[in-house]
């Protein structure tokens, strides 16, 4: 059933190849304009901010449609034939991956139109591996939870802010390290400590709070 959920995802995902384009060309868009802006010249703290600024938009563009697309017909021939817990799971993995993919090619973009900024890039993968399983639970979550509320992408945004924010925060201390180049002897190993507790906490938020939602 976990494998058949997430094959349906990846269908689904490139029938739909405007949305996909459409979230490719605001990566590119973004990173070409502040290489426009800047005139290709970041110092790292900005690099760190702004890489991260456009992970999480393009994150929550992405799971936004999570849910917001299990309705009617759909939602009903999912309760049928699929365990809620299976469903969140696939669902949050499905997003994980793409989010990874996503990061890394913001990342070829940085370096293509700006620089590599990255000194430490063994830290730089743990961290944006660790970002993405963190906001794949998340942003599941609140757009399970805002497609049973039929508000949409606005109340999803509202609901993932608060919560999204520890997690970025930690991140953003964390990649500062990998791109200062700081040796694996003076990483701070705490935030990476507390970005796996916040991922653990997040799933099993998810696991457990889903079929509340699946049974509605």
């Known amino acids: 059933m976990f494998k058949e959920i997430i094959k349906r995802e990846f ?9 996909l384009g459409g979230v490719l060309v605001y ?5 070409f304009v502040s290489a426009l802006c ?3 010249k970041l110092d790292k703290p900005t690099w760190n901010a702004l890489f991260w600024i456009i992970t999480l938009f393009t994150s929550i563009n992405l799971s936004s449609k999570s ?14 034939v699929y365990k809620p817990q299976q469903f969140i799971a696939a669902k949050i993995f499905y997003n994980m991956l793409f989010m990874l ?6 990342f070829l973009c940085y370096s293509f139109f700006i620089a590599n900024e990255v000194d430490n890039l063994g830290l730089f993968v743990i961290v944006v591996a660790l970002a993405s399983t963190g906001l794949a639970g998340i942003l599941s979550l609140m757009s399970a939870i805002a497609s049973k509320a039929n508000s949409g992408f606005a109340m999803m945004s ?5 919560v ?35 991922n653990i906490i997040t799933l099993a938020l998810a696991f457990i709070l889903f079929p509340f939602l699946w049974k509605d």
Do not use: C, H, M
């Open 38 to 40: 800047f005139r290709g």
């Open 27 to 31: 990566i590119i868009g973004t990173v």
């Open 67 to 80: 849910f917001l697309k299990e309705t009617g017909g759909t939602a009903l021939f999912n309760y049928l």
């Open 101 to 106: 993919v996503l990061s890394f090619i913001t």
């Open 158 to 162: 509202i609901l993932s802010f608060p």
């Open 164 to 198: 999204v924010l520890p997690l970025i925060l930690v991140v953003i201390k964390l990649s500062k390290q990998a791109v200062d180049g700081i040796e694996w002897a003076g990483v701070n190993y705490n935030f990476i400590f507390i970005l796996i507790a916040l």
């Open 11 to 19: 269908l689904l995902e490139f029938r739909q190849k405007t949305a």
